[in-house]
């Protein structure tokens, strides 16, 4: 698999490219078996089971803040990447260029325009 990794504070952009057995093993793994909304461990709040109001409004922030969503998945004519690369963008404009590099700034645009609008909703 190719692709890139953008993290960025406001969102974290996955785009991977494969073959059809790679991509749907990797869409199970990102959007099945990983629980994104657990905390360490695989708990939320307080390990003896008790949770405190900050507890509860820490398992709050996890639910809105967290998760994973496939923005696009589809058939590209020719490959983008040539191996997997882990971005930090401490700025949108960086990361945007990181993705115009490969002439592919469409991703990053619109995996943060929904990124932005869902923080808007919420």
Known sequence: MT????????CNVVV????????????RLMLCRIKWREGKRGTVGNPSGSFSHEDRAATSELDSDTGCRLIWKGTVKQR??????FKACPTELYARE??????????????????ILETLDS
């Not at 692709?3 to 406001?10: F, N, R, T, W």
């Not at 983008?80 to 690369?85: G, N, R, T, V």
Request: overall charge positive; aromatic content about 14%; cysteine-free.
């Open 3 to 10: 692709g890139l990794v953008a993290l960025h504070s406001d």
């Open 16 to 27: 991977v490219e494969g073959g059809p057995k790679q991509q749907r093993k990797f869409q």
């Open 80 to 85: 983008a990447f040539d191996k997997i690369q």
């Open 98 to 115: 990181q993705f115009r590099k490969r002439d592919v700034e469409h991703y990053w645009d619109l995996a943060y325009s929904g990124a």
